[in-house]
């Protein structure tokens, strides 16, 4: 009796073994990618990214104004927690605590929270302490209306000379920063908008007030004050830093630019 011939080879796997065949590959990929995702949070620290996004470098190079609160706590706290970075662990702590709770909280708030510990805790209460130290009955200028810097310069009303001010905003309105530019004559020749600006990206203000006064205690703008105008509003353009209004200083009153149309 002649027994039939097999076409293909070798018996097709039993059902059993190819279901375990299947099982024992998946089984080895999950554990492949476990592995990679235990490796990848291992690795997961503040040098792993590129320097440009490290907070410290990142002051360095374009200042405190431009980092977020998160990657400011990052600076404090210094170092994270196994498997989550610094700037990750400041996250946390930021979403934990509201920004009206975070400097009020006392060591037993903070000694517990994971990831931080007694050194972090006190790192944290002396910062916010020492900030309230510094800034103690200092409240910053808020300009909502000409009157507002009217009545902040009236040192300059009966000056017998031009003195040329630039208020430094933030974007609330509210002062960072007051320098006068120029005293004397004024047009636009003396006052260069580098002499302006310069200041106002340095101090990263989001917008400016001009304002100047006039000897002759009339506000009426001349045309150098016309011609200065635009020069200066159509610079601060250019930079992304508006000129929310030009202010006259005269004796008994004074002349809005904003208010007269005058800002183009």
Known sequence: ???????GGSNPPSPTKFCFARLWRAGKIW?????????????????????????????????PGKLSNSELLAILLRSGKKG?????????VLRKFSKDELPNLTFNDLKDYPGLG?????????????????????????????????RELKDI???????????????????????????GSLNAN????????????????????????????NPEPSED?????????EAGKILGIEVIDHIIIGRSGYLSF?????MG
């Not at 492949?32 to 410290?56: G, Q």
């Not at 989550?84 to 946390?92: D, G, I, Q, R, T």
């Not at 200041?199 to 989001?206: D, E, Q, R, S």
Request: charged letters at 35%; one cysteine or more.
């Open 1 to 7: 009796m002649v027994r039939d011939q097999k076409v």
């Open 31 to 63: 554990s492949d990618n476990k592995k990679l995702t235990v490796e990848s949070k291992i690795r997961k620290t503040i040098k792993d990214l590129p320097k440009i996004e490290r907070p410290r470098e990142k002051l360095i190079q374009y200042g």
């Open 84 to 92: 989550e970075n610094v700037v990750e662990l400041a996250n946390k």
């Open 118 to 150: 007694p050194a972090k805790a006190c790192e944290i209460i002396a910062c916010f302490e020492l900030g309230k130290r510094l800034l103690k009955g200092k409240v910053a200028g808020l300009y909502l209306k000409p009157e507002d810097v009217w």
């Open 157 to 183: 009303r009966e000056h017998k000379k031009e003195h040329f001010v630039i208020f430094y905003l933030d974007s609330r309105n509210q002062e960072i920063k007051r320098e006068i530019i120029s005293v």
């Open 190 to 217: 003396l006052v260069h908008p580098r002499e302006v600006f310069e200041p106002a990206v340095k101090n990263l203000a989001a917008q400016v007030i001009l304002a100047h006064n006039h000897p002759s205690g």
């Open 225 to 233: 004050d016309l011609e200065l105008n635009k020069r200066l509003t």
């Open 258 to 262: 904003k208010e007269r149309g005058l």
